[in-house]
């Protein structure tokens, strides 16, 4: 039986080391000549007001220049780069801002590709099969090659964020929200699952220089692994990168779909795996936060360590959508800033699409249109502080927040572009984390 092949390389040398993990997979053997072919970074979060952490949180342009000019030496002209960064479809700035920052607009001079925000284009209806129907970008649909470039990191809903997940990306925002369903048997990892599987012929080239611990986010624990891991086949560069980072795929349920959607199995038996062993390469990445649950509180441990009580602020679930999950982190900064030593009166706060109110909480926050909309008419709730909204208004929250008498500080919603520079600090002044991995020359 012939064997998917994945090779796993040690990033050593700009061009080289690109060149190496993708001819070590046979990634472009198949490129039709004059082929149209599609770049799909990862740049999941962005922001105008502060230099943003991006190692591993987002591709390195050092990789998307070498897979640039590897493409140039095999005579692709027809070269585009498209991504939907998380932001309001209707906000241009954002996008334009990371694109100039991140010397993608230097590499349109310069190689002569072709830049696009996804969310300024066209999309159109996919079928996936098993009762999920998509809106995806129609550039990358009508491209006869991808190049998937995601970087490689773990995920606090996913478990793992790679080649399957980073086509999110292309789709538009209501089939993003509606990957997060509640249905416990469709649910994020089953949509997840199916991103890949009416795509046109693909590289996958897995982005590790740096990776990213408890992702997808600036609020993880960032490494410097200088590793490539490249492949035909998007499953099997998944399933090694996925290994690379400590896990077993057949722990990481989009993957298990994945493999049983394809008639395979995810125990590497059909896997050739060239390069670097795996056992040498490997560290364990946790994807998840630590929570704390006793008495009564029930809190991300950080919260309890420093001793507020008081509080339910339960664990979110793969319901809660990339929208707001990015206010996530906020809404629990200010929380954490608002202690002041004296227990809350029992204050709950809901997310996502699937929880519900429990017995004797004298407050409710229900966070976002969809807590909303399944709990408004809840018998169990005895004051209802909902902030409705998709996403909601940072300003609402605030808003909600003091209502329920938590003191928060308005300069954190007055500027929430500004916060991943807190998350930032921890790596000032650390060699390992280089900003030219971001330049393009």
Not at 233 to 260: E, F, K, Q, W
Not at 392 to 414: C, V
Request: with cysteine; net charge neutral.
């Amino acid at each position: 039986m012939s064997k998917y092949r994945v090779s796993v390389v040690k990033y050593e040398k700009p061009f080289d080391s690109v060149r190496k993990a993708v001819e070590g997979c046979g990634g472009l053997d198949h490129l039709p000549a004059g082929a149209r072919v599609f770049i799909k970074p990862n740049i999941v979060f962005w922001t105008r007001f502060c230099e943003f952490p991006k190692w591993g949180v987002i591709t390195t342009s050092r990789v998307i220049e070498d897979a640039v000019h590897l493409l140039k030496a095999r005579g692709i002209d027809d070269i585009t780069i498209g991504e939907g960064i998380v932001a309001d479809p209707k906000d241009k700035l954002t996008p334009a801002h990371a694109f100039e920052t991140l010397g993608y607009n230097r590499l349109a001079r310069k190689y002569g590709v072709r830049i696009v925000n996804i969310m300024e284009r066209p999309f159109e209806k996919v079928n996936l099969g098993g009762g999920v129907t998509l809106k995806f970008n129609t550039d990358i649909l009508h491209s006869d090659f991808v190049v998937d470039i995601p970087p490689m990191k773990t995920h606090n809903q996913t478990m793992v964020s790679l080649g399957i997940k980073n086509l999110k990306g292309t789709i538009d925002i209501p089939s993003r929200k509606k990957c997060h369903s509640a249905n416990p048997k469709k649910d994020l990892h089953y949509h997840i699952a199916r991103l890949a599987d009416k795509m046109p012929p693909m590289l996958t080239l897995i982005d590790g220089i740096y990776t990213v611990e408890r992702g997808p986010g600036f609020d993880g624990k960032m490494h410097r692994k200088n590793l490539l891991v490249a492949s035909v086949d998007i499953l099997s560069a998944d399933m090694t990168a996925a290994r690379v980072l400590g896990h077993s795929p057949a722990d990481i349920p989009y993957l298990a779909h994945a493999a049983a959607n394809r008639g395979r199995t995810p125990d590497f038996s059909d896997i050739e795996i060239v390069g670097e062993a795996i056992e040498d390469v490997a560290a364990f990445h946790a994807f998840d936060f630590e929570y704390c649950r006793e008495g009564s509180r029930e809190m991300p441990a950080p919260l309890a360590k420093q001793g507020l009580d008081g509080l339910y602020y339960r664990k979110f679930d793969d319901t809660m959508c990339t929208y707001c999950s990015g206010l996530n982190g906020l809404v629990l900064s200010a929380i954490r800033y608002a202690w002041k030593g004296e227990p809350w009166e029992n204050i709950e706060v809901l997310t996502g699409k699937a929880m519900e109110p429990a017995l004797g909480m004298k407050a409710t926050l229900l966070l976002g249109q969809c807590m909303y909309k399944k709990n408004k008419d809840h018998p169990d709730i005895q004051k209802m502080i909902a902030v409705k909204g998709c996403p909601p208004d940072p300003g609402k929250i605030l808003h909600a927040l003091r209502e329920a008498g938590i003191d928060a500080d308005p300069s954190l919603f007055d500027n929430v572009g500004a916060l991943p520079g807190f998350f930032m600090a921890r790596y000032q002044n650390r060699p390992e984390f280089e900003e030219r991995f971001f330049r393009v020359e």
